[in-house]
């Protein structure tokens, strides 16, 4: 009987060591849940998979951050103390401590976009795939290596210019290049990109002939302006006199006409094909909306098309060229917490990224004229009667909003903002008491404005929304075909073109409900109307 075991059981150990003798790469099995690096240039959707994650790795959430770059800038102020953006507001910036850098200009980050959009060009240059597709992917690669360069060379000045990928044991040094080289090849980058999408119709997210040429426009209007002539820039700016090496960040000399002349050329060319790919919103007009159309405009520009409020426009998603979307069929949890970052704490939200009175100020009344402290009338009612954008940007004490009873029950029926302190006679008595949205809000006292005012741009306005749990499906605009028209006007202003910039501002203030300019307002003034236009875009 153990003679017939052991004889069972030598067979069985034979059959199982012939049947791996002839399967030999048992062992070598590839991974289910990868793919090999040359499997992906060699089938056609791998390959726009890894470009398609060069967006979506480097891209993150656009602008929709809990810290945006309005709190770097004259525009707002974070409320929140001892965060890294407050680094930068607070002048201890350092090199060994920048503070907040956005994603979006993180030199690390870039390079990594940078360094991709490289292999991608590298394994497309003999193709495997199908031409055509190759083509287009080129073109991708080239339009995200010219737009991660550009944000570089905004926030830092020239960089090394890299065109290859780099193995193990190379030489990785590199010196950066100076300020004019790194224009040109961003150009040449977009020009290739342009010449190689052409017309090709692209999925939403992804760059088209349109983008290629816009970012074009804004890179060459940087160059060609004041902040990058350096006879102008060190004047405002002396460290770059006595920088070693100021070429790294603007023209010493050159013909400042001629680049104007290429920055407006370039925006023309993109004006032109606006119409063609549908881009743009109600930039036709000849005449004003009414105030309460100029409203809704802005709102649903801000909104991207994506808001199911009453009064809302979804065409108005045609405005974007090239923008960060949403797509709820692949992830049921996407979307942006941008109301919850930003609005009042009196609906349990964090109240981050607040404007500040002097951007409010910069609001316009309704019939054009400034608005003035020293104005009695404005002073009296500081609120009343301002430019429709106003209304669609800030929440200001008595502006009404939400139903409040969504997040805090019935404790404001009239659903206003209140970032005052009141006075309320009860029994012949006075008392006074501090408003729900303010820093001793009854609802949340540990969040609230600084300023008095909260955000409400960008926050989509359907009363059934409550910020605080729900997240938001608007897209990020990367690039505006309203950002072409200022590159235009612009350059158009610096040339001494007066009547096609004056045509364009008007357009852009007709949709929003305000007043022409007058004729006679030329020169400096025109240009300082255009400044104040370009702030609140």
């Known amino acids: ?126 193709p495997l795939i199908d031409t055509a597709l190759a083509n287009r992917l080129k073109g991708e690669a080239h339009f995200l290596r010219a737009f991660f360069y550009q944000q570089l060379l905004r926030y830092y000045g020239g960089v090394p210019l890299i065109t290859k990928t780099y193995g193990l ?46 970012l074009k426009s804004r890179i060459l209007l940087y160059a060609a302006s004041d902040l990058h002539y350096l006879p102008v820039a060190t004047t405002k700016f002396p460290e770059l006199g006595s920088h070693p090496k100021p070429e790294l960040f603007g023209y010493a000399g050159g013909n400042r006409a001629e680049r104007w002349q290429r920055a407006k050329q370039a925006a023309q060319v993109a004006l032109d ?92 009344m309704n019939d054009g004229t400034a608005f003035s402290w020293s104005n009695a009338t404005h002073k009296a009612a500081p609120y009343k009667n301002r430019d429709p954008r106003f209304y669609a940007t800030v929440l200001y004490d008595g502006a009404d909003w939400k139903p409040r009873d969504l997040v805090s029950g019935n404790v404001d029926p009239a659903n206003q903002i209140q ?36 955000m409400r741009k960008f926050i989509d306005p359907d009363p059934k929304i409550a910020e605080a749990n729900t997240k938001q499906l608007i897209p990020w605009p990367f690039i505006r075909y309203t950002e072409v028209v200022f590159n235009f006007i612009e350059a158009s202003l610096e040339l001494g073109e007066e009547a096609p910039a004056r045509t364009w501002l008007n357009r852009i203030r007709f949709r929003s409900g305000m007043p022409e300019i007058p004729a006679t307002e030329t020169g400096a003034a025109l240009k300082n109307r255009y400044r104040n236009e370009k702030e609140l875009k």
Request: overall charge negative.
């Open 1 to 126: 009987m153990k003679t017939n075991i052991f004889l069972q059981y030598l067979i069985f150990t034979l059959l199982l060591i012939g049947s791996y003798s002839c399967q030999k790469d048992f062992l070598n099995i590839e991974p289910t849940n990868e793919v090999p690096a040359e499997t992906t240039w060699q089938d056609g959707p791998l390959a726009e998979a890894f470009v398609t994650g060069i967006y979506n790795q480097y891209l993150g959430v656009g602008g929709f951050t809990e810290e945006m770059l309005a709190s770097f800038s004259d525009e707002a102020v974070f409320t929140h103390t001892g965060r890294n953006i407050n680094t930068i507001n607070e002048g201890s910036a350092s090199p060994s401590n920048v503070g907040f850098v956005p994603a979006s200009y993180e030199w690390q980050n870039m390079f990594n976009g940078i360094r991709a959009a490289n292999l991608t060009l590298e394994k497309l240059a003999s």
């Open 169 to 214: 044991d190379e030489d990785y040094s590199s010196t950066r290049n100076t300020y004019e080289e790194c224009v040109n090849f961003v150009v040449a980058d977009c020009d290739t990109a342009a010449w190689l999408i052409n017309d090709k119709e692209m999925a939403k997210g992804r760059t088209n002939l349109l983008a290629a040429l816009a």
């Open 419 to 454: 970032t005052g302190k009141y006075d309320l006679i009860q029994g012949g008595s006075k008392i006074t008491f501090n408003g729900l949205d303010t820093r001793s809000s009854s609802i949340e006292d540990w969040n609230g404005s600084r300023t008095g005012y909260y």
């Open 273 to 364: 094909l606006g119409p063609i790919y549908k881009a743009g919103y109600k930039l036709n007009l000849a005449t004003p909306v009414s105030a309460e159309n100029g409203k809704l405009n802005y709102m649903s520009i801000a909104m991207g098309g994506y808001s199911k409020a009453e009064g809302m426009d979804e065409t108005a998603g045609d405005e974007i060229i090239w923008g960060r979307y949403y797509n709820l069929n692949v992830n049921t949890g996407a979307g942006v917490s941008i109301g919850q970052y930003n609005g009042p704490n009196g609906y349990h939200n964090w109240a981050g990224n607040t404007p500040i009175g002097i951007f409010v100020d910069d609001f316009e």
